[in-house]
């Protein structure tokens, strides 16, 4: 299973908004709606942003957006502030495995 | 308050094994699959597990299947990792985890495996 394809890296400054892509295949991100998100602090733990590719969890500020066309899943960040400068995962289930992406490091300006 | 707290890593040589486990707290945890997912320094995310809400039916990435084993008590709310035949690459942060809705993940235990 290979790791699904997010851009290595994103930035923008505070108020604007960045993108962060999730590329697949019909086998995992295209062929289920069970793809989630996932923001890392340096040395933390991650934490639940996005599930079922548009769904927040409670607590999550609605900045935090998630969609999906095809393969391709999307996070946006609206609004940028300086505290949502992480790594940033999408993950999804993949027929009976589960499988990440490669990380995209977003850097608020 | 929901707590994943995962214990048991430290150093080991190849060819070595380790069993990790993570006491669940504050979540009904035989209602979930439930997961390990690791992280090399520096590297991203890799899913390695999962495991049925009755223990039953586990799943393994093919970088670890055949040398680990993931297992559940129910009673004891705690969830398992036994790592045999270790190697330099299984080196990382182990996570366990409840994946998707309501997610949760413990703070990891560290595996080194050095020779």
């Known amino acids: 299973q290979s790791a699904l394809t997010q851009p290595p890296s994103a930035s923008g400054s505070p108020g604007q908004s960045v993108t962060i892509s999730c590329t697949g295949t019909?086998?995992?991100?295209?062929?289920?709606?069970?793809v989630s998100w996932y923001q890392q602090h340096p040395g933390k733990a991650p934490k639940l942003m996005i599930y079922?590719?548009?769904n927040r969890p409670s607590g999550v500020p609605d900045r935090f957006s998630g969609s999906k066309s095809g393969n391709t899943a999307s996070l946006t960040v609206s609004g940028l502030q300086a505290e949502d400068e992480a790594d940033y995962y999408c993950c999804s289930f993949a027929g009976s495995k589960y499988v990440f992406g490669t990380g995209t490091k977003v850097t608020v300006l | 308050e929901v707590q994943l707290v995962e214990s048991g890593g430290g150093l080991v040589q190849p060819g070595g094994s380790l069993r990790l486990s993570c006491a669940a707290s504050g979540i009904t945890f035989s209602s979930y699959w439930m997961h390990w997912v690791r992280q090399a320094p520096g590297e991203g995310l890799v899913w390695v597990s999962r495991i049925n809400p009755d223990g039953t039916n586990p799943v393994y990435a093919d970088s670890v299947k055949g040398r680990f084993t993931i297992s559940r008590d129910n009673a004891k709310n705690t969830l398992y990792l036994q790592m045999n035949s270790l190697r330099a690459e299984d080196t990382a942060v182990y996570y366990c985890?409840?994946?998707?809705?309501?997610?949760?993940w413990g703070q990891g235990t560290l595996v080194t495996v050095f020779s």
């Open positions: 079922e590719v548009s």
């Open positions: 019909s086998s995992d991100v295209g062929g289920y709606k069970y």
């Open positions: 985890a409840k994946l998707g809705a309501g997610g949760y």
